[in-house]
């Protein structure tokens, strides 16, 4: 009987572990070929007798490809230092807007009393269901009238349409998780509103900042419906818009070139995420069964 058990306790263990290799596999298999391709020349890329699944004669020739200039390289692309920049640019001020706003709207709705605050907030998360291919040709029409159509700048306005209402209804149940009573006890020993947000609930409410920070600063850097729309240029393109535009000739694709460009762009997402993830974890499940 307890040989039974105990049989019956490492067979689950071993489907459990089996199961998690299995998605583990599924989920980095990607990644492992996009690495492996942009190490590959493109005789390697068609030779499927040693070069499949690994690399016989790895090569970073793809991406010394990315950093030349315009005139030494095989493909037409301003590089990827400027595409960099750009996308650094847009997503670190796209990020610090879309928090500062989204942090004064969610404490506003889950803590102000006032006439119609619920109604607000689900008015503003219905905004971000709303698909972005509506938005971008009012977009376009609103950004032209300003001059600001083509400029990598007219996505410091278009990003944030989308992230703003997210990340108000994920911090609005965020704070709502936060007992108000501290606050009060807070104001009553003196504090202003705004003293008891600086020094009570936003110390408090760090798991959700960086949730809606990662968020923003994650769709900011791979958004590419609204850098397609709105910019022209080659040395005002973003990340994505740049891979893909450059990298990609009709009918004919830079393998080796596109996948390093697509590996390397992929990294400061990666660092955020494993530097954050508990953060991010708390403040999204928090958010969300609360909110």
């Known amino acids: ?26 989920v980095l298999f990607p990644f492992y ?3 492996i391709t942009s190490l590959k020349t493109n005789m390697q890329l068609y030779d499927f007798s040693g070069n499949l699944f690994w690399v016989r004669k790895p090569s970073l020739v793809n991406y010394i ?3 030349e200039t315009q005139s030494r390289a095989v493909f037409a692309t301003a590089g990827i230092r400027q595409w960099a920049t750009n996308s650094i640019y847009v997503s670190v001020i796209t990020t610090f807007i879309s928090v500062v706003i989204s942090t004064m709207a969610g404490y ?7 006439k119609g605050a619920t109604l607000f907030g689900i008015l503003i998360f219905i905004t971000y269901l709303v698909p972005k291919t509506l938005l971008f040709i ?12 083509g400029k990598t700048s007219s996505l410091l306005l278009a990003y944030p349409t989308f992230v703003i209402p997210f ?12 007992p108000i009573d501290l606050e009060e006890c807070a104001m009553i020993d003196g504090c202003t509103r705004l003293g008891a947000l600086r020094f009570i609930t936003l110390p408090l409410s760090v798991p959700g900042i960086v949730t809606a920070a990662i968020f923003s600063f994650t769709l900011s850097w791979n958004d590419l419906l609204y850098a397609l729309a709105f910019v022209s240029g080659e040395a005002s393109k973003t990340l994505p818009l740049g891979i893909t535009s450059s990298l990609v000739m009709s009918d004919y694709y830079f393998w080796g070139p596109l996948m390093a460009a697509a590996l390397l762009s992929s990294i400061p997402v990666a660092i955020i995420y494993f530097f954050f993830v508990d953060l991010y974890v708390s403040g999204l499940t928090t958010g969300a069964v609360k909110g």
């Open 138 to 149: 009012p977009l376009a029409q609103v950004l032209s009238q300003i001059d600001l159509l």
């Open 65 to 67: 490809s990315l950093f």
């Open 1 to 26: 009987m307890r040989y039974s058990l105990v049989s019956r306790f490492i067979s689950r263990k071993l489907w459990f572990y089996l199961a998690i290799a299995l998605l583990l596999i599924i």
């Open 167 to 178: 990340c108000t209804w994920l911090l609005t149940g965020y704070f709502r998780t936060i």
């Open 108 to 114: 506003s709705i889950a803590r102000l009393r006032y």
């Open 33 to 35: 070929w996009m690495f």
